[in-house]
Nanobody, 122 residues
Framework: QEQLVESGGGLVQPGGSPRLSCAAS????????MGWYRQAPGKQRELVAG???????NYADSVKGRFTISRDNVGNTVYLEMISLKPEDTAVYYC????????????????WGQGTQVTVSS
């Protein structure tokens, strides 16, 4: 069973620069797009950043220039480096990944991590 496990959240001061990690494990033949989403209290989950297997990236306007997504295709891990954090970045951050568990599976399945809390406060 494939699973995603996030790490790196916690309490961060405004202006801080934490890095989130998300490792995929299980039966993995290939991983297409990987991404980070976040959900603040009372708000819908929103896309923060995404990265394709080829390294193309996209970002929400609110994080452009502050967040950087990257991935390690050998280690099946996606990272989110954040700088200049603001209180409005406070949310539960989730990673997701489109995974093909075997070579005979043509359509990937989207898996989600359990989420990691990032709280920006002094």
């Amino acid at each position: 069973q494939e699973q995603l496990v996030e790490s790196g959240g916690g309490l961060v001061q405004p202006g801080g620069s934490p890095r989130l990690s998300c490792a995929a494990s299980g039966s993995i033949f290939s991983i297409n797009t990987m991404g980070w989403y976040r959900q603040a209290p009372g708000k819908q989950r929103e896309l923060v950043a995404g990265i394709t297997s080829g390294g193309s990236t996209n970002y929400a306007d609110s994080v452009k220039g502050r967040f950087t997504i990257s991935r390690d295709n050998v280690g099946n891990t996606v990272y989110l480096e954040m700088i200049s954090l603001k209180p409005e970045d406070t949310a539960v951050y989730y990673c997701n990944a489109d995974i093909r568990g075997h070579s005979y599976i043509r359509i990937p399945t989207t898996y989600w991590g359990q989420g990691t809390q990032v709280t920006v406060s002094s």
